[in-house]
């Protein structure tokens, strides 16, 4: 049987104030929690924008690319807030190809938005409930979030 210490430390940024200390119970046993301002979130805010579905304009190269950014952007310590995909970029996510698909999903997993443009489902007659991850996004959405955080456009 595991026992459980009464002591747990939990690490998270807060603007509002240096540090701040919590008790809580858990099964009646007491807990302490820390919150401790040192150590950043791993969410950032950039937002980055995928139109095509490769980097540059050698189709075999510009695939290699999208993949290596992906799994590289993936196990990136500060991780961007959104990942919008408009344009052919939206077959990134709407595609079987696991080379893609586990990189995104890592992205998912670790809090990423990911979202996919509806305008540009409706025109390649995408289904949304097909979408293997993600969201269904939209562009006054994506326009709000422009004036609020900087975007990358990978191209």
């Known amino acids: 049987m595991t026992h459980l210490s009464s ?3 939990i690490m998270i ?3 509002h104030n240096e540090e701040s200390r919590e008790y809580v119970e858990l099964n009646g046993n007491p807990f302490h929690l820390f ?3 040192r150590v950043e979130m791993p969410i950032g805010d950039k937002i980055y924008l995928f139109t095509r579905k490769q980097i ?3 189709t075999e190269l510009g695939h290699k690319l999208i993949r290596g950014f ?3 952007l993936s196990k990136q310590e500060i991780l961007p807030k959104l990942l919008f995909f408009m344009n052919e970029g939206m077959f990134l996510v709407c595609t079987e ?3 893609l698909l586990t990189p995104l999903r890592v992205l998912a ?3 990423v938005d990911i979202a996919v443009c509806k305008t540009c489902l409706d025109a390649y007659n995408v289904a949304p409930d097909s979408l293997p991850l993600g969201r269904v996004g939209t562009s006054p959405e994506f326009v709000k979030l422009t004036t609020e955080y900087p975007v990358m456009t990978v191209t």
């Open 7 to 9: 002591f747990l430390k």
């Open 109 to 111: 997993d670790k809090g």
């Open 70 to 72: 992906l799994t590289n």
């Open 97 to 99: 190809d696991e080379s």
């Open 35 to 37: 919150f401790d301002s």
């Open 13 to 15: 940024v807060s603007k």
């Open 56 to 58: 540059g304009d050698d």
